[in-house]
């Protein structure tokens, strides 16, 4: 009944012995959440969201961080350090509290959603506002772990993968229940036909392609997944090549123009079938509305990335109906409030008369936009939240 | 393996029918996360957080909220209504949002947190941002009732009362598997000595004291906690007596004047041999930073009433060495990004350059309020976190 965090519960799939002093906090076990409107949106496919942002600090990094965290303790280490652009200070300064060792996070300062950078200050990190890009903070995060006092906690730590590919034994585990009917046990795993998910720093594509084919490995299931990976097209490096110098896009989780794990998320892509493409921030903002106020579900605009991308490649027919299609919602909404004020409008103030709140209502009925109407009016091509 | 959402998990001890409508987006089934620092802190008491801001909005409302959505569906309301100081306004929009009819919340806008506002706008709901106290937003959300239109899903609704009672269930079991081992199955529920829990409206201690009761009489369990309430001194009507015309504390999910349920939180401290106090804003932000700092959990304001309310009553010896507590901590911290940033510090920004950072992370260090020294130093006598 109780859920042991990740470690616990997949320990025979991780580096971890009885000994091992495992620090978490519940993180895992996240809902597999099936869509209410996408699957019809996107031509009669079956879509998930796998909702990560219902992790102890909001985002699917906890997976990893308990069990590199959990590894650092265990190494000895005076102190863990990041770079990151926001998710990853979070994640660490939670973990680096729960353990009682030290935590620095070193974030760019132009690219830090508000409700990330006070989890890590708050956490107790020593936060570092740094004047440079992601790759700035991952090159002096670098020096410093030279330097002996830290151990990083950035993606290069391969715990941090091995943390991360917990999410797809749970996919299948989830996606089973589903296919079985709920009073049925046991319960058989099965397979998504497709992952689509975020990519940035291309970590966790990675992640979920292991940990699907070590469960497959194992005998628990006996296919794989495609891997649909989308970046944002002003920071899309794994599309176009290279490094993006300066990228630019609204989903700062997802703002990376120098891939860490540029080749395991190509791998991932190619090796199963997949593919890796681009979203407009356009489509990813409405993307977001639409699972807000369509699904119920607020995530983060770069989590919105994997269904925005679902719906581009349904237009151009690459699904065939009653295929079934698994998102991963990578962080919460609650990470970045300033980008939802900006895709909402709230109205002048009403006075507290019941007469006014009842003419308030019937007007925004009348506008159509509000009760009754199906709340917001998300489509590919609007770009703010018709409300007023 | 998958969590179908509390009303299909606990479907016996709530009024549904298998033609029922089940509205759900994966709630309940929060962690229940042992104390590191806080049970020594209290003088070694053994203390559990269950951490309702892992709920899909971020609160312990998804637990009524589903059922009461479930039903107005199931009912065919037009539309549902409430009135909110932000967090039923949050849950009733996603879960509106999520089974397709209208939804209307009513704030009174000086008492809103920023994440939840942001939370009803994208979700889609009317939002009013009405000038007013959560008591004229109640009275002009019943008028509306009376018009026929909108179903009330505020927590006079009943439905939410029996939806939130699920926690205690919870409870009993996670703190089950803790007493048996992780391999031991299959696992016997157990009762805490203590249930702490912050009170505003009074409907949550009232919930938790009912499933408790309802899981005893159901035979799972033999005994009952004595339940511990805490309101801000601030807006404490249950204490004082009366109404609180103008109540006041920074814990804003708790700043209701004239509770709801005013009978059935007084009810169940008085019946379970337990009671109901004050602590002041000081006690709640300083618990509040221990939590995040010390334990790895980020809480909003309001929910740090419940670890406070402990603080204060180990200090005047009411609990044995050994005991247990599970302390209720009802909100997510991300709610509330405001009040995190103005009980931190963030350093002036710092060149792009590793001997810089070097410098800053050195000076934080012999200044004893960062990496390696725990980080920040939580106190009942400190007002703002020493980061600077």
């Known amino acids: 009944m109780s859920w042991p965090?990740?470690?616990?519960?997949?320990?025979?799939?991780?580096?971890?012995?009885?000994?091992?002093?495992?620090?978490?906090?519940?993180?895992?076990?996240?809902?597999?959440?099936?869509?209410?409107?996408?699957?019809e949106r996107a031509g009669g496919i079956r879509i998930f969201f796998k909702?990560?942002?219902?992790?102890?600090?909001?985002?699917?990094k906890d997976r990893?961080?308990?069990?590199?965290?959990?590894?650092?303790?265990?190494?000895?280490?005076?102190?863990?350090?990041?770079?990151?652009?926001?998710?990853?200070?979070?994640s660490a300064a939670a973990f680096g509290a729960r353990s009682?060792?030290?935590?620095?996070?070193?974030?760019p300062k132009d690219s830090i959603a508000l409700g990330k950078l006070v989890q890590a200050l708050l956490y107790g990190a020593d936060v570092v506002a740094l004047e440079g890009s992601f790759?700035?903070?991952?090159?002096?995060?670098?020096?410093?772990?030279?330097?002996?006092?830290?151990?990083?906690?950035?993606?290069?730590?391969?715990?941090?993968?091995?943390?991360?590919?917990?999410?797809?034994?749970?996919?299948?585990?989830?996606?089973?229940?589903?296919?079985a009917g709920r009073d049925e046990a046991p319960v058989v795993p099965a397979v998504p036909d497709y992952l689509a998910i975020p990519v940035g720093n291309g970590g966790n594509i990675t992640a979920y392609w292991k940990g699907f084919r070590e469960y497959r490995?194992?005998?628990?299931?006996?296919?794989l997944p495609a891997m649909l990976g989308f970046q944002?097209?002003?920071?899309?490096?794994?599309?176009?090549?290279?490094?993006?110098?300066?990228?630019?896009?609204v989903a700062t989780a997802i703002k990376i123009g120098d891939p860490a794990y540029r080749l395991g998320a190509l791998d991932a892509a190619a090796d199963s079938g997949g593919l890796i493409d681009v979203v407009s921030d356009e489509e990813i903002l409405s993307a977001y509305r639409f699972l807000a106020a369509e699904e119920g579900i607020f995530a983060e605009p770069a989590s919105a990335a994997s269904i925005a991308g679902v719906f581009k490649l349904a237009q151009d027919g690459y699904f065939r109906v009653g295929e079934t299609v698994v998102c991963v919602l990578t962080g919460h909404g609650l990470k970045d409030p300033d980008q939802a004020f900006r895709q909402?409008?709230?109205?002048?103030?009403?006075?507290?008369?019941?007469?006014?709140?009842?003419?308030?209502?019937?007007?925004?009925?009348?506008?159509?936009?509000?009760?009754?109407?199906?709340?917001v009016t998300a489509s590919a091509t609007a770009t703010t939240a018709t409300k007023t």
Chains 1, 2 share one sequence.
């Open 5 to 39: 965090g990740v470690i616990e519960r997949y320990r025979s799939f991780l580096p971890v012995t009885p000994g091992t002093p495992v620090i978490s906090l519940g993180e895992g076990n996240t809902p597999l959440i099936p869509a209410r409107r996408a699957g």
């Open 232 to 249: 944002a097209a002003g920071s899309a490096p794994l599309v176009h090549g290279g490094v993006i110098a300066h990228p630019q896009t």
């Open 135 to 179: 790759d700035d903070a991952f090159r002096i995060m670098r020096r410093l772990v030279e330097g002996g006092r830290y151990i990083s906690v950035n993606s290069i730590n391969p715990y941090r993968i091995e943390g991360q590919k917990t999410a797809a034994f749970e996919v299948c585990e989830q996606l089973g229940t589903f296919a």
């Open 64 to 90: 990893g961080m308990t069990l590199a965290v959990t590894k650092a303790l265990e190494a000895g280490a005076q102190a863990i350090v990041c770079a990151s652009t926001g998710n990853t200070a979070a």
């Open 344 to 375: 909402s409008t709230l109205g002048d103030p009403v006075a507290a008369e019941y007469e006014a709140v009842e003419a308030f209502l019937t007007a925004r009925r009348e506008a159509g936009s509000g009760t009754g109407a199906g709340a």
């Open 217 to 223: 490995d194992s005998g628990f299931v006996s296919s």
């Open 51 to 60: 909702y990560e942002g219902m992790n102890p600090t909001g985002s699917f």
């Open 100 to 107: 009682g060792i030290g935590c620095a996070v070193i974030l």
